[in-house]
């Protein structure tokens, strides 16, 4: 069974730091590129980032692009966000997602972990 | 950027009824769209891909269509579990992917 399961979320200042973690399981993890996507509380999905199945190439959203920085470990199996300089605009539950083989949909996501940025 | 727009906001059907969501790129997204379904306090589920592609497990009862700018999302008769958020995301044109805001489905 395809699972993911995300941890790291806290509770941080304003123009602080943290780094989530996607730990993924039952597929080849190397085969397949990974995003990150938000959800703020009552609001809808936003996607975040996208790494290749090499971590060669990364994408990135405008409103976090340049304090975010995706990152993979495959030996590890793990999906990483490093959030930096955060807002609280970037208060949300955060997602892991697995991607497909050939196309930027999301086939597979974790559950997710929340990150509140508050004073 | 590519705007998704999804109608209505909300829909309310009666259980055993046919839902229609519609879902609008603001340029041609060919048949790069997905959909997915989230259940309160639930992560997204893919339903649908290539527009019209069901994912795997996903019910008959759920139907894609469309291309271009202009995409529908059938349930051809709701059971009480299809009570959800629907959106639609577009894989066309990226980065970004963008969603759409979603359509709440509820109860009649």
């Known amino acids: 069974e395809v699972q993911l399961v995300e941890s790291g979320g806290v509770v941080v200042q304003p123009g602080g730091s943290l780094r989530l973690s996607c730990a993924a399981s039952g597929f080849t993890f190397d085969d397949y590129a990974m995003h990150w996507a938000r959800q703020a509380p009552g609001k809808g999905l936003e996607w975040v980032s996208l790494i290749s199945w090499d971590g060669g190439s990364t994408y990135y959203a405008d409103s976090v692009k340049g304090r975010f920085t995706i990152s993979r470990d495959n030996s590890k199996n793990s999906l990483y966000l490093q959030m930096n300089s955060l807002r609280g605009e970037d208060t949300a539950l955060y997602y892991c997602a697995k991607g497909n083989e050939v196309a930027n949909y999301m086939d597979v996501w974790g559950k997710g972990t929340t990150v509140t940025v508050s004073s | 950027e590519i705007v998704m727009t999804q109608s209505p906001a909300t829909l309310s059907v009666s259980p055993g009824e046919r839902a229609t969501l519609s879902c609008r790129a603001s340029q041609s997204v060919a048949s790069n769209l997905a959909w997915y379904q989230q259940k309160p306090g639930q992560a997204p589920r893919l339903l649908i891909y290539?527009?019209?592609t069901r994912a795997t497990g996903i019910p008959a009862r759920f139907s894609g269509s469309g291309s271009g700018t202009e995409f529908t999302l059938t349930i051809s008769s709701l059971q009480s579990e299809d009570f959800a958020v629907y959106y639609c995301q577009q894989y066309n044109n990226w980065p970004p992917v963008t969603f759409g805001p979603g359509t709440k489905v509820d109860i009649k």
């Open positions: 290539g527009a019209s």
